[in-house]
């Protein structure tokens, strides 16, 4: 006799109508039921093209003296994860938390108030490999709730209760403080590679958006371990192979703990993240070696990626033709002795050996080495140095170049718009300022419609069919903010606000959580939602970086508080987890700081108005926002009620709903940012 299964849609439920088992659909009714009956729920939860699920079925839910065993001490209830992924999720991250892993067939005991207290995946019918069978497994639960129903009461409060406070800590449990910033940091030291910099040991990546983290860490709290911690890593990539010492930029990873050899393959995101955490290091120390890197890592963008639409393209590949028609991983970036004697005869190519580290025996395969900055015992010779590397790069051009992977990403492009805009402003390179407006003016042109939804891709100028992400429209936001930070043009303020709109109306969650795709998006089996910072900044953390600055330009309450409870997550995972959730502690950081509204108003030809704009792009504070441009301009909210002071350029800081009296003078400027 078919069970109330019979009348579901899905296929999956529909495999199960005709067990023994009398299931349930997942429904009130079934909950109530299981009060009724005064007995536990049985979740089982799976799915159509589930191997275990149907092996599962065959020999239990199929089994009469199992499914005898289940009727008469349970609500049995089925669930098809791709039908309810909901229901999935959620106690699949009681499964993972309890257990450290999960899978399907998903089984699991609820109290008739939906609350979880066992555990499992696929059980057998008999005990095998140490696992107990099925109906031991249901005879203990039986057990449990008649004889230690306090016990079982216990366990399912403190399991929901565990859940809550995961879920509030993805939003809405208030923001971040000086407690988990500080534990962070000291998470961060112990991780920390004092040696060699970066953070654990082999494959080493480039901790992008932790530098930023301590970076403005430091500015806002002084503390040096935190400076010191930033600087040397990025020294200490900046003179590895992980670095491209001829031609500038960052390949993905080093294979090894001294950042010596690299994984070849250079990704836009990474060049652009680096860029400007190099931009911004330079802000903090002045250092030459930052401003270098950063100018360099720029120019590598716009000579190696830029696309002829003016978008950046996605990446280099690792491997090349080594001239004997093999590819070969590297082939196009390392040196023997012997080829650098090729190219610039013996005295030369010694001088260069020593400097760039390469040996008779190679750092890399076949004795050919990764070109490095090892430390210098003594004085080197800049101009003879600096020749030996245009010969060198100029050699490099003659073999063949690595593959170019042409698609545009929006969110990519998004952040190679901040880097170059805040590069190019800091350093006085207005090519680098028209570079990232031309990529702007592309994401506009052919990444967004009409009512600014964006496409995540481009190539060859033409939009592909992809919906964006979360990831693309904070990351586009913030390159756009950016922009109008360094260009002055209340445009890309306004556009960053239509992609924040969006994502204020398409991509939240209750108690200031993110999802990773829009509300109308493609269903798809899961809709993704991920906090962490991995190779990117999360969409999530991104947003919470994007909407925050947002608010400082324009008031506006809805976009500090989607910040703010999106930054709930930070106060979570941050004192546990600092390196995979870096931008949200750097988000944090520009919060805790206020983040302070700057306006400076004056004439664009004026000498004191651009210095004190000047003074404003070089402020280490944390997620400071610019507005700039004639006093009362409708450019920028930030400008109004903002007068000339005595007929001449002022400048106007604000920060948690208070302002400084305007000052006139550059120095006095820089001291209060």
Known sequence: MPNRLAHETSP?????????????????????????????????????????????????????????????????VKVDREERPDVDAVYMEAVQAATGQGGWPMTVFLTPDAAPFYFGTYFPPEPRHGMPSFPEVLEGVKDAWADRRDEVGEVAERIVKDLAGRSLAYGGEGVPGEEELAQALLGLTREYDATRGGFGGAPKFPPSMTLEFLLRH???????????????????????????????????????????????????????????????????????????????????????LRTPEGGFA??????????????????????????????????????????????????????????????????VDADRIASIAARLLAAREERERPGRDDKVVAAWNGLAIAALAE???????????????????????????????????????????????????????????ALAA?????????????????????????????YDTAHDAEALIRRPQDPTDNATP??????????????????????????EGALG????????????????????????????????????????????????????APGAVLASGAPDSEEFPLLGDRPLVSGGAAAYVCRHFTCDAPVTDPEELRRKL
Request: proline share 3%; charged share 20%.
């Open 423 to 481: 590069t190019g402003a800091l350093f006085d390179r207005p090519d680098l300022v028209e570079r990232a407006t031309e990529a702007a003016d592309l994401l506009v042109r052919v990444h967004m419609d009409e009512s600014a939804r964006l496409t995540r891709t481009s190539k060859d100028g033409r939009a592909g069919t992809n919906a964006g992400v979360l990831e693309d429209y904070a990351d586009v936001a913030e390159g756009f903010l």
């Open 314 to 379: 996605s990446a280099l590949d690792a491997d090349s033709d080594d001239g004997t028609g093999r590819h070969v991983e590297g082939a196009y970036y390392v040196w023997t002795p012997a080829q650098l004697t090729e190219v610039l005869g013996a005295e030369d190519a010694a001088l260069a050996a020593a400097h760039y580290g390469v040996t008779e025996a190679g750092t890399f395969e076949h004795g050919s080495s990764v070109l490095q900055l090892p430390q210098q015992a003594g004085p």
């Open 218 to 304: 430091h500015a806002r709290t002084g503390a040096e371990g935190a400076l010191q911690m930033a600087a040397d890593t990025c020294e200490a990539m900046a003179r590895g192979g992980i670095y491209d010492q001829l031609g500038g930029g960052f390949a993905r990873y080093a294979v090894d703990r001294a950042w010596v050899v690299p994984h070849f393959e250079k990704m836009l995101y990474d060049n652009a993240l680096l860029c400007r955490a190099y931009a911004h290091l330079w802000k903090a120390t002045g250092s030459d070696l930052a401003r270098r890197v950063a100018l360099e890592t720029a120019d590598f963008m716009v000579r190696e």
């Open 538 to 563: 999360s969409g999530w953390t991104a947003a919470a970086g994007a909407l925050l600055s947002y608010a400082a330009h324009t008031g506006s309450d809805a976009h500090r508080a989607a910040a």
């Open 569 to 620: 997550v930070v106060k979570a995972l941050g004192p546990r987890a600092p390196r995979f959730i870096g931008w949200g502690l750097a988000v944090s950081e520009a919060l805790l700081d206020g983040p302070r509204e700057i306006a400076v108003v004056g004439a664009p030809g004026d000498e004191v108005f651009q210095e004190l704009r000047r003074t404003a792009l070089r402020a280490t």
């Open 486 to 514: 360094v260009t002055g043009e209340g445009a890309w303020l306004e556009f960053a606000g239509f992609l924040l709109d969006i994502v204020l109306d398409r991509f939240t969650a209750e108690g200031g959580a993110l």
């Open 12 to 76: 999956y439920l529909l495999q199960h109508a005709d067990n023994p088992v009398d299931w349930w659909p997942w429904s009130a009714e079934a909950f109530e039921e299981a009060r009724r009956r005064d007995v536990p729920v049985l979740l089982s939860v799976g799915y159509s093209s589930c191997h275990w699920c149907h092996v599962m079925a065959h020999e239990s839910f199929e089994d009469d003296a199992i499914a005898g065993l289940v009727n008469e001490h349970f609500v049995a």
